[in-house]
């Protein structure tokens, strides 16, 4: 079964992830403890790897976006075609994409990698889509996305959950309608909730 989420159901993935080719993992160390997350920003993506990356000939594919912006000219007519979708994980800029790309609803899909549960950058990586750069289109989380983070990831604007593997999608689909009256303002629904209901 898929383990994908799509406008609340289950559903089939269509896009070809491309992935970086691996390099040796760094261990870094800050006052003597083991640095569990990259630092934004932080450059952790090397040029082999970007000249390295096997790009399929055809289909959707979903494109690392140091790739995209490092063979963007020849790009332009999948781009045109809504055959390239964007990935960045939590701790690349954001706006490094923006610079070389103002309109990201070119992309029908763009998707954030958590490499940990625990890393809440995505939250504000999905809002700031939403917001800030007006983007429209599909917004998915995937890497070690859980049950537990689905109905805050919704408010922060996503809206496609690709479930970790050792997971249960179907299980963790439920988890959508966890709450039926969120008390603040957020992506989905931006009033808050003394604003929304009527005490009289």
Do not use: C
């Not at 790009?55 to 490092?70: D, E, R, T, W």
């Not at 049950?147 to 479930?163: P, T």
Request: cysteine-free; hydrophobic content about 40%.
């Amino acid at each position: 079964m898929s383990n994908l989420i799509y406008q609340n159901a289950i559903a089939t993935d269509d896009w070809t992830l491309v992935e970086l080719p691996k390099i040796e993992k760094v261990v870094r160390m800050q006052a003597g403890k083991v640095v569990q997350f990259h630092l934004t920003g932080e450059s952790t993506i090397s040029a082999t790897q970007i000249t390295d990356t096997v790009i399929p000939p055809n289909g959707l594919v979903l494109l690392p976006m140091s790739v995209y912006i490092a063979r963007k000219a020849s790009l332009e007519n999948r781009v045109a075609k809504q055959e390239v979708g964007i990935w960045l994980a939590t701790h690349e800029r954001l706006e490094t994409l923006i610079e070389v790309e103002a309109d990201l609803n070119r992309f029908p899909l763009i998707t954030v990698f958590v490499e940990r549960f625990s890393d809440g950058r995505i939250f504000s990586l999905g809002n700031l889509l939403r917001t800030r750069y007006g983007y429209n289109n599909t917004l998915r989380a995937f890497g070690d996305v859980l049950r537990d983070q689905l109905y805050f990831l919704k408010r922060s604007g996503f809206d496609s959950y690709l479930i970790r593997a050792d997971r249960n999608a179907q299980e963790a689909l439920s988890s959508l309608n966890d709450f039926t009256r969120p008390y603040q303002g957020a992506v989905d629904e931006k009033l808050p909730v003394w604003r929304r209901v009527s005490r009289k």
